[in-house]
């Protein structure tokens, strides 16, 4: 299977809240990202955790580590149109990250 | 701050030709830059890493000679698309890597997009 798996569509009403799931393969991974890219446009840094904390929030994101399991998820409160992208799950190994195939996150009004 | 521009933004070419895409890390200095490709609805593809001062190390089928890297400085690398062909059209996105609070981290240009006629 491919190293970072996630769904490939969302779709959420505006005001709700945003669940983005992603499993990884690679245990060695130290850092776990969450990097949005909007339409012809380049890849944003949202947030990062390292891989011995369970959660962190930032605003209103936040994200959450099974280690265990090797279950990643980025949560979006009360969400805009304005957040309406692609979100990409990734991991590092070595010096490089690799990238699930994103989830394109569709609004709802 | 982390901010990465690329340059140009766009840029459509004849067939054959070579076209130069800048990246640039504005107020941080990165000893590692890295060179994706993404086509219409995909994920990125890593193409290369470029290191500052040496060789660009290339990913498996990746083609070092039709894809030049040079990483002369600790801000600038550029990547070259030599005799680019219909097939090389895709949209190039270059990333700089920070090591800052303990924290390792790549922040990405806006991207190039390529077309070639």
């Known amino acids: 299977g491919e190293d970072v798996e996630q769904s490939l569509f969302l779709s959420v009403r505006e005001g709700d809240s945003s669940v983005i799931n992603c499993t990884y393969t690679d245990s060695s991974s130290t850092y776990l990202y969450w990097y949005k890219q909007e339409p012809g446009a380049g890849l944003q840094l949202l947030t990062y955790i390292f891989s011995n904390m369970d959660m962190k929030q930032d605003q209103r994101l936040t994200v959450l580590l099974n280690k265990k399991d090797k279950h990643l998820s980025l949560r979006i409160a009360d969400t805009q149109t304005g957040d309406s992208a692609i979100y990409f799950c990734?991991?590092?190994?070595?010096?490089?990250?690799?990238f699930g195939k994103g989830t394109r996150l569709h609004i709802l009004p | 701050g982390a901010v990465v521009s690329q340059h140009p933004s766009w840029v459509i070419c004849k067939s054959g030709t070579s076209v130069k895409i800048e990246c640039r890390s504005l107020d941080f200095q990165a000893t590692t830059m890295f060179w994706y490709r993404q086509f219409p609805k995909q994920s990125l593809m890593l193409m290369a890493t470029?290191?500052?001062?040496?060789?660009?190390?290339?990913e498996q089928g990746v083609e070092k000679d039709k894809f030049l890297i040079n990483h002369a400085s600790l801000t600038l690398s550029t990547l070259t698309v030599t005799s680019a062909h219909p097939e090389d059209s895709s949209f190039y996105i270059c990333?700089?890597?920070?090591?800052?609070?303990?924290?390792?981290?790549?922040?990405f240009g806006p991207g190039t997009r390529l077309t070639v006629l």
């Open positions: 470029s290191n500052e001062g040496s060789k660009a190390t290339y």
């Open positions: 990734a991991g590092n190994r070595d010096d490089k990250i690799i």
């Open positions: 990333s700089a890597r920070k090591l800052a609070g303990g924290a390792d981290t790549q922040y």
